[in-house]
Nanobody
Framework: QVQLVESGGGLVQPGGSLRLSCAASGSIVVINNMGWYRQAPGKERELVAALTSGVITNYADSVKGRFTISRDNSKKTVYLQMNSLKPEDTAVYYC?????????WGQGTQVTVSS
């Protein structure tokens, strides 16, 4: 089994930055496919950033140019660098495999963008 633990969220002003971390443990050797999802109150969970085959990155239009997904296999950790944050980025952020979530969901990390 693989466990996912998200961290790094918090309260930030519009225009600010945060870096989220997703630490994987258990039966995983390398991370080649992972995505960042978010769920805002009253909305469905959506995929905002994806890493596939270890090198291909894709982003939702709403975050393109502002968010960057990366990985550090030595730490079994995937990151989401979020810049130029907007109030509409407020949500709980989760990591899991892109497309179809293969692993059990972690607890997520809350990101609140507000002045």
């Amino acid at each position: 089994q693989v466990q996912l633990v998200e961290s790094g969220g918090g309260l930030v002003q519009p225009g600010g930055s945060l870096r989220l971390s997703c630490a994987a443990s258990g039966s995983i050797v390398v991370i080649n496919n992972m995505g960042w999802y978010r769920q805002a109150p009253g909305k469905e969970r959506e995929l905002v950033a994806a890493l596939t085959s270890g090198v291909i990155t894709n982003y939702a239009d709403s975050v393109k140019g502002r968010f960057t997904i990366s990985r550090d296999n030595s730490k079994k950790t995937v990151y989401l660098q979020m810049n130029s944050l907007k109030p509409e980025d407020t949500a709980v952020y989760y990591c899991n495999t892109p497309g179809s979530a293969y692993y059990n969901w972690g607890q997520g990390t809350q990101v609140t963008v507000s002045s």
